[in-house]
């Protein structure tokens, strides 16, 4: 089975820090994926990668950024976390064109 | 502009009953149309798919019903369990690697 693993399940972080949540896959898929999830708002795409070092800007990318230096890892970075980056956030990888994405199981982010 | 309307937000079913979630689209290039399930604390994971050169696809309890001059697809759940008490999402995308478009989600509880 594909194995999407997130770094940390909670995370309590403060207003202005930078945050850095990790997403690694197992099964060489080209393209990964990060959203973040909120209650009634659904899946919002923030970021997304085809490639090694290429990135491409979903739905709700302001205020973060994200870093591919290798196929298998995909970081979400807050530059400077604020209380409304409160979320779920869900990484998720695919083996290319018309196929289901595989889930990590989640890292929720407090903001204090 | 939501491009995946799901309906509705929340049922509740009693077991056995059939819970049907809705979906509607409105980009005609969507050409592939999966169903996730997500328990609380795990990240979704991919229940069922169907592509558009068919109207129904089954898999156990669960069946998709497609209508493409309608775009609108639904999810089944036959002789529902407590235990199919999750959120389902249902998503769309077009063959061009694009990332997937989501729902916003129905939670769904079945009670004994």
């Known amino acids: 089975d594909v194995k999407v693993t997130q770094s940390s399940r909670y995370l309590v972080k403060r207003t202005g820090e930078k945050v850095f949540l990790e997403c690694v896959q197992d099964?060489?898929?080209?393209?990964m994926f990060w959203y973040r999830q909120d209650p009634g708002l659904g899946l919002r795409l923030i970021y997304f990668?085809?490639?090694?070092?290429?990135?491409e800007k979903g739905d709700i990318p302001e205020g973060y950024s994200v870093s591919r230096e290798k196929k298998e890892r995909f970081s979400l970075i807050l530059e400077s976390a604020s209380t409304n980056q409160t979320s779920m956030y869900l990484c998720?990888?695919?083996?290319?064109?018309?196929?289901?994405?595989?889930f990590g199981s989640g890292t929720r982010l407090t903001v204090v | 502009q939501q491009q995946v309307k799901q309906s509705p937000q929340s049922l509740i079913v009693q077991k056995g009953g059939i819970p049907i979630i809705n979906c509607a689209y409105e980009?005609?290039?969507?050409?592939?149309f999966p169903w996730y399930q997500q328990f609380p604390g795990k990240g979704p994971a991919l229940l069922i798919a169907?592509?558009?050169?068919?109207s129904e696809k089954k898999e156990g309890r669960f069946t998709i019903s497609f209508n493409k001059s309608a775009k609108q697809f639904s999810l089944h759940i036959m002789d529902s369990q407590p235990g199919d008490s999750a959120t389902y999402f249902c998503?769309?995308?077009?063959?061009?690697?694009?990332?997937?478009?989501f729902g916003k989600g129905t939670r769904l509880s079945v009670i004994a």
């Open positions: 990668s085809y490639d090694v070092k290429m990135k």
């Open positions: 169907i592509r558009p050169d068919v």
């Open positions: 998720a990888s695919r083996d290319g064109g018309l196929y289901g994405y595989t």
């Open positions: 980009n005609t290039a969507f050409d592939y």
């Open positions: 998503a769309a995308a077009d063959s061009g690697n694009t990332p997937l478009v």
């Open positions: 099964m060489d898929h080209e393209n």
